[in-house]
């Protein structure tokens, strides 16, 4: 093996407005590389003050909505042997800069792979990606999610550099998902088979729980891509459109899908994990319990043993919900010793975890000690880090057990701690729907002024008005949810409201919505070519309802109508 002598690093990067994490990103990396050039896109804070501060080169480029543009532009002004490409976000390890060092003595190879760990609210997540590579031996491409383009040899490390640009405020990430689906979205326009660009924007559209379209563009994906789509994109694009049929509790559909995906990659962690979601979800206990130890036999062989993948690991420390899903599967086996066994042990990984208590004190209950399960979650309020979902699950175990409190008064405690929380808000005006009405649409009215398009608020204000036959507001809020709303099962709730208000053409609007993913509902169809009767439509109704019997021959239902308007039609001939 050739080695050089004193090979030379240079730091290559490009910022905008990062005086949050630049700090510390430079001070992991300033004693390692040997110059720090940074392109600057258009920063309005102290950012290219903070670069200058650690000796940084510093050149302004106007941002041109091309991440690959400014890294190439980064990449021309450096000087040395090798360059890094590390984000403002990220922070070198420490204990990794003696093994960087070395790695880049060899003349064997050019690129250079890194462990990249990901922390989120959700967890930590794991990726290996080419972050050092000898000048002049790699460019970037790729408007959005850049790729490293080369054809060197290449050397695998698990030095680990540490992102946390996913721990940001709602608002921060809403901007980062809107401004990086835009550019991804321009990709497809401009590339309609372009795997990567799908796989990237289908996992946007699954961190924001729009699973029906994550699942929309996932299908569309396999069918325009099966050319351009290699198996790194395949099992990235199956694993999200899984998790989002998990979401929407497509089971089965699910399960096909990750069958695909286990047959050539059995050891995949977040397809196995998911894998043991589906079983759960079909009620096959025994079965999912099997796979969650499956899955934490795997991880931890991949944990003690690291193997190179270009796969993004998101249950890279998912052991404790493992354990935590064995116990759920154990309490509804009514195993409830085994239950809480494992939950023990998920809590020993994790103790900071909120619902572990909440379901803690569900199994108490179920062992005859509700004395204990009471002051498990009492303490866990006291001393313990909380989340909102905390007074969700205390809520829920006090609808179904007496003694625990009444679960408005949880969930509006709940809204004290998280005063701008809008899913307790949306709990506690569900839970008021009965008992205030005008208390719960305040509440809604809140939540809009936070988040204008909550689709919980939207249909509780829009129910509230159809009850109280306020047209022009229930018309308001149901135009806002056939526009932003993907949950078919709304659409059939607000078709069934707009027809008592004799709006046939709203409600032919959200059945035409849901009929796109239960296209042979019978009485859906029905009530559709009903609308288009009732709006004078007959010729369209007509055809309707024979379209119906060719599904069923004998729908009473449907020979009725058929007759009332046969009879409608022969009165307007004669007329």
């Not at 976000?89 to 960087?100: A, F, V, Y």
Request: charged share 25%; glycine share 4%.
């Amino acid at each position: 093996m050739a080695v050089s002598d004193n090979p030379t690093l240079s730091l290559c990067m490009i910022v905008k407005n990062e005086e949050h994490f630049l700090p510390k990103c430079l001070k992991s990396v300033k004693d390692v590389v040997d110059e720090i050039i940074i392109v600057d896109t258009g920063s309005e804070d102290k950012t290219v003050e903070i670069a200058e501060s650690f000796g940084a080169k510093v050149y302004h480029h106007p941002w041109e909505g091309d991440f690959s543009k400014a890294r190439n532009q980064s990449l021309q002004y450096a000087t040395c042997d090798w360059i890094m490409v590390i984000d403002a976000d990220e922070e070198l390890d420490p204990n990794d800069k003696i093994l960087l060092k070395n790695a880049l003595k060899s003349d064997s190879y050019d690129v250079i792979f890194c462990a990249v760990l990901s922390s989120s609210p959700h967890g930590v997540s794991k990726n290996y990606s080419h972050r050092v590579f000898r000048k002049g031996k790699a460019h970037y491409e790729g408007i959005v999610h850049n790729q490293l383009v080369h054809n060197s040899a290449w050397l695998h490390t698990n030095i680990r550099i540490y992102h946390h640009g996913y721990n940001l405020t709602d608002e921060q990430m809403q901007a980062k998902f809107k401004r990086t689906s835009a550019l991804l979205l321009k990709q497809l326009e401009e590339k309609p088979d372009n795997a990567f660009a799908y796989q990237n924007y289908i996992r946007i559209l699954r961190v924001q729980h729009k699973y029906r379209k994550a699942v929309e563009f996932g299908t569309r994906a396999f069918k325009v891509c099966s050319e351009t789509m290699n198996d790194l994109h395949f099992q990235m694009i199956a694993n999200d459109t899984a998790y989002s049929l998990i979401s929407l509790k497509q089971f089965d559909k699910a399960e096909v899908l990750i069958h695909k995906v286990l047959q050539k990659n059995p050891r995949n962690l977040d397809v196995v994990f998911a894998h043991a979601l589906v079983l759960q979800g079909l009620h096959k206990y025994r079965e999912a319990i099997e796979e969650f130890n499956r899955f934490i036999k795997l991880s931890r062989e991949q944990k003690k043993n690291p193997q190179h993948t270009l796969v993004l690991i998101d249950s890279f420390d998912f052991d404790h919900r493992a354990l935590g899903n064995i116990s759920d599967c154990y309490y509804y086996l009514g195993e409830f010793e085994n239950a809480r066994t494992a939950l023990e042990k998920a809590i020993d990984l994790r103790d900071d975890i909120p619902v572990y208590y909440t379901a803690f004190a569900r199994l108490l209950l179920e062992l005859d000690d509700p004395h204990n399960a009471k002051n498990l979650l009492v303490d866990y309020e006291k001393n313990k880090p909380l989340e909102p979902v905390f007074y969700e699950k205390w809520a829920g175990i006090a609808l179904k057990y007496n003694g625990f409190g009444n679960p408005i008064d949880i969930l509006k405690r709940g809204l004290d701690k998280f005063p701008n929380d809008v899913h307790i808000m949306n709990l506690v005006a569900t839970q008021l729907v009965n008992k205030d009405q005008s208390q719960a649409v305040e509440l809604w009215k809140r939540i809009l002024l936070l988040q204008p398009h909550h689709q919980g608020a939207h249909v509780g204000i829009a129910t509230i008005s159809a009850v109280n036959n306020e047209k022009g507001n229930f018309v308001h809020h149901a135009e806002y949810i056939i526009r932003y709303s993907d949950d078919y099962q709304i659409m059939k709730k607000i078709a069934g409201s707009a027809i008592k208000f004799e709006l046939f053409d709203l409600a032919i609007e959200c059945y035409t919505k849901y009929l796109q993913y239960d296209p042979q509902n019978i009485d859906v169809l029905i009530d559709v070519a009903t609308c288009y009767a009732k709006s004078g439509r007959y010729d369209v109704a007509l055809t309707g309802y024979k379209n119906v019997l060719k599904l069923d021959p004998n729908n009473s239902r449907v020979l009725q109508n058929l007759q009332v308007l046969q009879n409608i039609l022969e009165q307007l001939q004669s007329s």
